[in-house]
């Protein structure tokens, strides 16, 4: 049977116009491309049916995707951007939109602890809205299959990981993910993946007692007598604890097995085979071609340091080595098989879904050796080659290498701590790119902006951050040190936010004002910019889609006009930072609260002026009091303008002789002065 | 001609003539069983019997066919009854053999559906349909109250005879599938099966050939698992197959009939049973464990004689090994260390037999049972010898008036001490019963319907009511019991065939 020419070319031609345009967008090899216009070229029936009926397959799996990782998806050539273009957005996805309805399974509406219904399709619905606000780099929470729920909590945030390698169906479906990448780089946006190397979720216990059930056990004879050898040390002298198997307190020998007549060994870990809530052994667990076998890969329990959980954060091997609280077991990442295993599941969803960065996760509590063996692994990935992936059967499997080479992918990770040694030791030796700059938010954001103190804890701050984080991008990396590149933040998902510390709106905007300003990458947790101030978690995880996506608030145009500066300004992108004033005056003297800078670059330089106080408005000046007034860099009589200042506002000082300039700044507020020479025009 | 395979009645009857001498096994075989050298001398064996039969078939004259009913036809076998123990209890049964005495058993009903046709309306050749749904479990609505029943479905096969060949029986579907039982235990001691397959079975001069196949999949982790895993996305847990592996359990029975009235008659059994591998994981820790393939075996033989219908004695001869001594419904009680059971023995020697005068009726059995489970070792309580005698002589009170008195004596002694009592216990149990019934066909001691009283005084030793009850169970201290009830017991049309 022979169909009609007219009918065959014309599909023939949507059938190839559309099998290119699949092959383009990497949903099908190109390679397939040949086999699309032999087929569709044939007249015989049954050439002509097996032809449509191949695209109608090869459409479908690209309409729907699946949830199996395979390489090839890229939605941009190579990133070349610098990063300290860029403005952060932090948003976790069950909380920013609610796009998919379908997905909306054991939902529980306002009980923030709980599945709220947010996903991927939210995030593409509303990057208009983002877009309006100004930021440019998305980072998403995590993108896992999670333990669904522990302790009545549930695992919207997606840091109780159990499968690896396959997305969380609360989100979306892979391809859902994948278009989120893709309509995200449409638009300009780059998309950061947060990944956990550290643990996983609660999936195993302890079975201390041995007798095969989680238990919850109180051990000892009360107090008053100091623990025999043979007996489990009790905390703070005490003779009695309570401990439960799922999350026992840790022992630096190995969680051990204990009774009443004493110790009797390593304590056997127990998996939990709960399919209803994901309670079930870690994957991958097993080669392909083994599925259910346990005792491999992420099942094995060697592949976990079994040491139970973290009690004394001052001591480094519990931090390294505990299990996170709330049961979190903690990975025995000093072994090179696990380490390659990590490094391949996620390089594995670099390939799956084009992401441009790794926000990592509990980064201290994972020893340096194995940041200076993944950061490489993943850099060289990026760089086009492919990577060894023993979760796979084959042993000579690999991740295969990007079609395109993704340059300056972004790692920086989360070392929670305010201590600079710390966090900057872990940008040292070809480790992360960047991090979390805690100690700033805790030194200044919360202490000088939230509590009042002086003005030169910036300034410490700044000289610190200068002699305690690497100086020397790494090899493959993003191309600029972490001393240029520390991700700034007011607060996130795991602390109080700004306005639940201090419920001041100008305490905010200046704030914001610094950090839009200073060196580094600004990064911006989500709902800030609608004023949320919520408390500790989860109170401080607010569903976004309650304030109608409103763009007109007086915070979220204070954000967009930042922004709009920052990227206007190439020196507040790019500049060095040196201070111009600090003080450590606070109550009614004639600079209290002051702060100024100045980010030059390329011969451009930018002034900021912000002043901390709560109570006055203060001058770059300590005249009145037989002090000195602010000297610059500026040359006598270069005309600054505020560029922040309202339209209709005084915005014009003039610098005096030998750049000497005094800013009179309102309690809270904040200049931002460019010489008028240099100013543009931002929307 | 008449099949030898009867099920609520032991008589077994064949009319026709004829010979058989069988091909015995060469010594070297008998004494290298399960050498592969030996399988093949068996095979050969077993095609050199086929041949024989196959031979005579073709001189065999048609079969003439048992029913000349066409169309719908009902039978049924049941019984019903209610005890007391005379303490204030409900009336129980005292067994601690295998196979004890029938007279208490819970209520078990079969109804049994037909339907007959011709085949090409040569009423020499049919097909009929069976389906006997069954209800078991003593579950009487007006006794507990309870709106449930056991409902299985035991027959549901269709069979063709003569069709194709004289003497042909062609079968297909879920069925009872067994020969001669002793009445007195509710007790079939060589060939028994239920599956679900196909048989043929070819009958000619006094000679029947009957082979089938099955399979069966019980419900258990030996043989089927399925798991729950969660969600491919959001939504239901999924289901997964781990573990499916049927058994296999084929038959083979030899027959052959010595003259009419009186008569004689031999069988000779066998059965296969195969079991392939497969995993499964443990519920407890998720581990996946291997499961061996595994094989069992029966051979056995049935003699019987009969002056007359009512006047007959059988003696059968059984011996099981691996799965087929746990019979095929029936997942292993324990395993070698390999996780199979070759090692699993079961031996039965059982005779029953039954005598009818005019003013009174005998009947009679026992079985001698010795059980090896394959859990290694020499002290197992899982393994035991047991034995049983029972006679029941019937007085006739004229023609529907008639009485029985049962008396029996069984008792089992296990390999290894008993659990709670730290010792081999020797469980015995007299009986004796007394039995006024109503027969409304009148005299015999299979003639059924009954309707019947019963008084029944057991004496049970220690060690019984040791190895059975619970000492806060009330039975645990009746040294003497009685059960005082009535019942009932029919069977008509049933579908022994």
């Known amino acids: 049977m022979v169909v009609q020419l007219k009918l065959s070319l014309t599909r023939y031609s949507v059938a190839l116009i559309a099998a290119y345009v699949l092959a383009q967008l990497g949903h099908i090899p190109r390679r397939m491309l040949p086999r699309f216009a032999v087929g569709a070229l044939a007249l015989n029936a049954t050439e002509y049916a097996r032809t449509l009926i191949l695209l109608t397959t090869i459409l479908f799996v690209a309409a729907c995707g699946s949830d199996a990782l395979d390489s090839g998806f890229r939605t941009t050539p190579g990133q070349t951007g610098d990063w300290r273009d860029e403005v952060i957005y932090q948003l976790l996805v069950d909380r920013f939109g609610n796009g998919d309805l379908q997905n909306d399974v054991n939902v529980n509406p306002g009980a923030l602890g709980r599945f709220q219904g947010g996903d991927w399709q939210g995030v593409i619905d509303h990057l208009d809205y983002l877009e309006a606000l100004g930021v440019t780099t998305l980072w998403i929470s995590p993108v896992v299959r999670n333990l669904e729920t522990d302790a009545n909590f549930d695992s919207y945030h997606g840091y109780w990981q159990q499968d690896f390698v396959h997305v969380n169906p609360h989100f979306g479906s892979l391809s859902k993910l994948r278009e989120l990448v893709q309509t995200a780089h449409a638009h300009n946006f780059k998309v950061i993946l947060d990944i956990v190397t550290n643990h996983t979720a609660q999936l195993f216990y302890y079975d201390i007692n041995n007798n095969g059930v989680p238990d919850e056990n109180v051990y000892g004879a009360g107090c008053g007598e100091a623990a025999p050898a043979d007996k489990m040390a009790c905390p703070g002298g005490a003779l009695i604890s309570h401990i439960t198997e799922y999350d026992p307190d840790f022992d630096p020998n190995g969680v051990r097995g204990y009774t009443s007549l004493g110790f009797s060994g390593a304590a056997p870990i127990r998996w939990l085979y709960i399919p209803e809530i994901d309670r079930m052994p870690t994957l991958p667990g097993a080669n392909a071609g083994q599925a259910l076998a346990t005792q491999t890969l992420f099942q094995n329990e060697n592949w976990y340091h079994k040491k139970g959980r973290i009690t004394d954060y001052s001591i480094r091997d519990q931090v390294l080595t505990g299990d996170f609280p709330g049961g979190l077991k903690d990975l025995n990442t000093e072994l090179p098989e696990v380490r390659a295993a990590l490094a391949a599941v996620f390089a594995r969803w670099i390939s799956a879904a084009d992401f441009d960065g790794f926000r990592i996760d509990t980064l201290k509590h994972v020893e340096h050796e194995f940041w200076q063996d993944f950061c490489p692994k993943i850099r060289k990935f990026c760089a086009g080659q492919p990577l060894a992936d023993p979760t796979q059967a084959d042993p000579s499997a690999t991740v295969p290498a990007l079609s395109v080479a993704k340059q300056k992918f972004f790692m920086f990770g989360e070392s929670f701590d305010g201590d600079d040694d710390l966090d900057g030791s872990y940008t040292m030796n070809q480790e992360v790119d960047s991090v979390f700059f805690f100690p700033q938010k805790f030194a200044v954001f919360d202490r000088v902006f939230k509590h009042g103190a002086p003005t030169t804890a910036i300034e410490t701050q700044i000289n610190t951050k200068a002699v305690k984080y690497s100086a020397v991008a790494s090899s493959d990396g993003i191309g600029v040190p972490a001393t240029q590149a520390l991700v700034n933040f007011l607060d996130n998902h795991d602390v109080p936010r700004f306005l639940f510390d201090k419920p001041s709106l100008p305490a905010l905007h200046s704030a914001l004002a610094y950090l839009f300003t200073e060196d580094g990458i600004p990064s911006l947790y989500y709902g800030t910019e609608q004023e949320f101030a919520g408390g500790n978690d989860p109170t401080n995880r607010e569903r976004l889609w309650d304030t109608g996506y409103r763009t007109d608030g007086e915070t979220f145009q204070f954000i967009h006009r930042l922004i709009q500066i920052r990227k206007a300004y190439a020196p507040l992108r790019r500049g060095d930072i040196k201070v111009k004033w600090s003080t450590a005056h606070v109550g009614v003297e004639q600079d209290a609260g002051i702060f100024a800078f100045e980010r030059t670059a390329e011969g451009h330089a930018v002034l900021v002026v912000i002043n901390t106080s709560d109570s006055q408005t203060s001058e770059t000046s300590t005249a009145s009091s037989g002090g000195n007034q602010m000297t610059t860099d500026f040359s006598a009589g270069t005309e600054l303008i505020d560029v922040l200042a309202p339209s209709g506002t005084p915005n014009q000082l003039t610098v005096g002789p030998s750049g000497a300039l005094t800013v009179s700044v309102p309690s809270r507020g904040a200049k931002i002065l460019v010489p008028s020479r240099d100013v543009m025009g931002i929307q | ?497």
Not at chain 2, 132 to 141: I, K
Request: one cysteine or more.
């Open chain 2, 1 to 497: 001609m008449r099949f030898f395979v009867t099920v609520h009645t032991p008589l077994a009857l064949s009319l026709s003539k004829g010979r058989l001498r069988l091909y015995r096994p060469s010594t070297s075989l008998r004494s290298a069983r399960g050498a592969r050298a030996v399988g093949r001398e068996r095979l050969r064996f077993f095609l050199l019997l086929l041949s024989l039969f196959s031979l005579a078939a073709a001189a065999a004259e048609p079969a003439p066919v048992t029913d000349p009913k066409t169309g719908f036809d009902f039978g049924s076998y049941g019984r019903v009854g209610v005890g007391s123990d005379l303490r204030g209890h409900e009336g129980f049964s005292t067994n601690v053999v295998s196979h004890g005495s029938r007279l208490e058993e819970a209520p078990y009903l079969e109804l049994d559906f037909y339907y007959t046709g011709l085949i090409g309306g040569d009423a020499q050749k049919r097909w009929r349909v069976v389906l006997s749904p069954a209800f078991a479990g003593g579950d009487l609505f007006h006794y507990s109250g309870s709106f449930t029943s056991h409902l299985a479905l035991r027959n549901a096969y269709v069979e063709t005879q003569n069709l194709g060949l004289a003497g042909l029986r062609i079968w297909a579907g879920s069925r009872i599938y067994r020969g001669d039982d002793l009445y007195l235990f509710d007790y079939w001691p060589l060939d028994s099966l239920n599956t679900v397959g196909a048989g043929v079975a070819y009958t000619f001069r006094k000679y029947e050939i009957a082979i089938h196949g099955g399979l069966n999949r019980l419900d258990d982790l030996y043989q089927y698992e399925n798991l729950t895993q969660p969600p491919r996305g959001l939504g239901p847990t999924i289901q997964s197959t781990v573990l499916d592996r049927p058994r296999f359990v084929a038959s083979l029975k030899l027959s052959k009939q010595f003259g009419e009235s009186p008569g004689a008659k031999v069988a000779l059994y066998s059965e296969l049973h195969v079991l392939p591998s497969g995993d499964y994981i443990r519920p407890d820790n998720m581990l996946k464990q291997a499961l061996p393939g595994d094989l069992g075996w029966v051979v056995g033989a049935q003699f019987g004689g009969w002056l007359r219908p009512s006047v007959f004695a059988n003696l059968w001869l059984r011996c099981a090994g691996g799965l087929a001594a746990y019979g095929e419904l029936t997942v292993p009680t324990g395993l070698d260390p390999t996780r199979k059971v070759s090692d699993a023995r079961e031996v039965v020697l059982a005779l029953s037999g039954n005598y009818e005068s005019k003013w009174v009726g005998v009947m009679f059995a026992s079985y001698y049972r010795r059980f090896v489970d394959a859990t290694p070792g020499g002290f197992n309580p899982a393994s035991y010898h047991e034995g049983i005698l029972s006679v029941r002589p019937q007085v006739y009170f004229g023609k529907y008036f008639h009485s029985a008195v049962e008396l029996s004596y069984q008792s089992r002694r296990t390999d290894g001490p008993d659990y709670v009592a730290n010792r081999v216990l020797v469980p015995q149990i007299f009986r004796f019963s007394v039995l006024p019934l109503v027969s409304p066909l009148g005299k015999g001691t299979y003639s059924r319907p009954i309707i019947y009283a019963i008084y029944t005084l057991s004496v049970v030793n220690g060690d019984a009511r040791i190895a059975q009850y619970d000492p806060s169970d009330y039975r645990y201290g009746q040294g003497v019991a009685h059960y005082l009830g009535i019942g009932a017991e029919w069977w008509f049309n049933s579908s022994y065939r």
